[in-house]
């Protein structure tokens, strides 16, 4: 009898044993995905291990999903690392790595070597494998491919696909390298590394940060150079667009395979290097069950397959520039954005939300040559028209009736809404509490700025650009329909918004930045400044700040100086990249059940001698009652710890969140 070890994709520490039925057990291997009954229902999960035994009372697996198990063993090793790099059951990993979307079976055709199946001689060849395994169920059809008596070929490269295909991977001298440098010479750094690799059949993976705005416009320049050899693979094309890159990269070589997140995990046939992109964008985090951040991830497949490693930037993340100092990373620098040459301009917040423009920021505008027809674009942080509602008669704050948190309020639609529900809410002008209609609004967003240009300035052609409208304005990984605009107003994807010619680049409100990401806050504000000034290339660089607030533009002008003292004061707080932080995240419906879990969590974390890394908890009401605790990694008992605390439902654990 044989015994099958199953991980599933729920958040708990240990796996689960099940027998495997006679008829399945020529056929199931590792890795395969599964339907089990678990807890009076059926659910899928993954085959971590295969062993002969008996064990009385175990339940049968049900059946396999797959022919052929999706993963080889890079990719195995792959998955195991981040599952204990990212402290996350490997179920969960799993799931991510073969996503419910991947259904090769669609997508491949049936080649038959044998007569035994005479009721499928009358219908036409080249069957799908969805629609044989339809007709003669999986485990006739696993059988006969073991056999060699059915191949398989999927529609796009007309390729045979077999277990075997993913295991060939190119082995040469593994190196890291960032290039430091504009986006131009990044891009024809690109250019040579993947023509080289190219030639020598090899497959390059480049992550980058989105799909509308970076990922259009490198797509744009690959495929020019490249022709029919680029490939985008995730989230923002077609079922159809996807599953033909899984295939070519499974199963071609050649390719440049593009993508976001998801394309760490791609199967890719002689995979000669990967190349990330602004690595430093937090778009590169996934949130939900499997926090991870797929730069490292990346980093962790280039060590595992030993090929070279490359990053592209003029602003990384502190831990590289780390790295370049230890000798970890070699680095070729070229020149880079300056930030000497600004004008500051001090204005009254409150002055600016009485319904008027800075008088400044007028004739800038107003006096820019009509001839010209590079663009001025606006930057302010928040895309709502108010991120702050106050009754201005009794001082009520319009706040969230679900988890208390401030409420935004968004004109064109007359709703407010409430960024932690993602909820929308009827707006009235009139204070809940005192009934009166003395609103306040303050906070400005980019709804307000676009409002009050289009009243001081009526003849100007105004576009609002921000991550919820930026799909309107891209066709086909593509940006369009903004040539005609003289104006953009946008949040923080104007830092991606390569291709446009800029004379005019306006920043107000920046200041509001460094309140937006806890410990790292002056760490993005210098990323987004360098990488918009990038992307942009101004004539003219203009920065409205609040009088009232303390900021200093000079901290930013050095950019090896804030370097080092941003790295000297992450050491001396023992936080990243010298040291791990691990938030444990609780939620629970009732109060009550929370603080039983919390009792528990504080236990066992004093048992295992480790309270005095230990901060907080910290208490929030939000869609349900959340305790947050930090913990410091001094110690190596602290993951089999964590691991533990899985035990207790309503548990999130994140390695080195982006904002504590």
Not at 541 to 563: C, M, P, T, W
Request: glycine share 6%.
């Amino acid at each position: 009898m044989m015994i099958a070890e199953i991980a599933l994709p729920i958040p708990v520490s240990k796996t689960f044993f099940y027998s495997v039925p006679e008829h399945l057990s020529p056929i199931i291997k590792r890795f395969q995905r599964v339907i089990i009954p678990f807890r009076n229902k059926h659910t899928s999960g993954f085959v971590i291990d295969i062993k002969d035994g008996s064990y009385a009372g175990l339940k049968e697996i049900s059946r396999i999903i797959d022919v052929y198990p999706l993963i080889d063993k890079n990719m195995e090793r792959l998955c195991y690392w981040a599952a204990s790099h990212y402290v996350t059951p490997i179920g969960i990993v799993l799931k991510y790595a073969l996503p419910k979307y991947l259904k090769p079976e669609r997508y491949l055709l049936t080649r038959f070597n044998c007569d035994c199946h005479n009721r499928l001689s009358g219908l036409k060849k080249n069957l799908s494998l969805e629609k044989v395994l339809g007709l003669l169920g999986i485990e006739d059809v696993a059988a006969h491919i073991d056999k060699k008596k059915i191949n398989l070929f999927d529609k796009f490269t007309k390729k045979g696909f077999s277990a075997d295909n993913v295991f060939r991977t190119f082995c040469k001298k593994k190196e890291m390298i960032l290039f430091l440098g504009r986006i131009q010479k990044r891009i024809n750094f690109y250019l040579d590394l993947m023509e080289n690799e190219i030639k020598k059949d090899g497959n390059v993976l480049m992550l980058l940060p989105d799909h509308n705005l970076s990922g259009g416009f490198f797509y744009k320049i690959l495929s020019d150079r490249f022709k029919k050899k680029v490939f985008w693979y995730g989230s923002g094309v077609s079922q159809n667009l996807r599953m033909e890159c899984y295939f070519r990269a499974r199963n071609e070589t050649g390719n440049i395979i593009l993508g976001n997140k998801s394309a760490v995990f791609l199967p890719i046939l002689n995979l000669s290097m990967i190349i990330v992109e602004r690595l430093e964008e937090d778009s590169f985090r996934n949130d939900g069950e499997f926090r991870f951040n797929a730069w490292e991830v990346a980093k962790k497949r280039a060590e595992i397959e030993n090929i070279p490693f490359i990053l592209g930037s003029v602003s990384p993340e502190l831990e590289i520039f780390k790295g370049v100092n230890e000798g970890e990373y070699i680095l070729i620098e070229d020149e880079l954005p300056s930030l000497n040459n600004f004008y500051e301009i001090k204005i009254n917040r409150k002055r600016f939300f009485s319904g008027s423009i800075p008088e400044e920021m007028e004739i800038i505008i107003k006096d820019k040559d009509k001839n010209n027809k590079k663009k001025t674009i606006l930057f302010t942080p928040r895309k709502y028209y108010s991120g702050h509602i106050h009754c201005i008669n009794c001082g009520y704050n319009f706040i969230c009736p679900l988890c208390e948190s401030p409420l935004t309020y968004k004109k064109k639609e007359d709703r407010l809404f409430c960024q932690v529900c993602q909820k929308d809410f009827d707006y009235k002008n009139l204070c809940p509490q005192c009934r009166r209609d003395l609103i306040g609004f303050f906070q400005f967003g980019a709804e307000y700025i676009e409002e009050m240009l289009k009243k001081a300035i009526p003849d100007k052609h105004i576009i609002l650009l921000t991550g919820d409208s930026v799909d309107k304005y891209s066709e086909g990984l593509e940006i369009k329909n903004i040539e005609g605009k003289e104006i953009i107003i946008g949040t923080n994807v104007i830092s991606r918004l390569y291709g446009i010619e800029c004379d005019t680049l306006i920043f107000i409100g920046i200041e509001d930045m460094l309140g937006m990401a806890g410990y790292r806050a002056e760490e993005k504000l210098f990323q987004f400044l360098y990488n918009t000034l990038d992307a942009l290339n101004p004539e003219a660089i203009y920065f409205f700040v609040d009088e009232k607030k303390g900021f200093n533009l000079e901290h930013f002008i050095s950019y090896r100086d804030f370097y080092i003292k941003e790295l000297e004061n992450r050491r001396l707080a023992e936080f990243p990249p010298y040291n791990n932080i691990y938030l444990i995240d609780l939620e629970k419906k009732a109060l009550n059940a929370g603080k039983r879990a919390l009792n528990t969590i504080k236990q066992k974390i004093e048992t295992s001698g480790l309270k005095e890394y230990m901060k907080g908890p910290v208490f929030e009401k939000k869609k349900r009652y959340r305790w947050k605790i930090m913990l410091k990694d001094r110690d190596e008992r602290i993951k089999d710890l964590l691991f533990s605390l899985y035990d207790i439902q309503g548990i999130t654990i994140e390695v080195n969140p982006p904002n504590i």
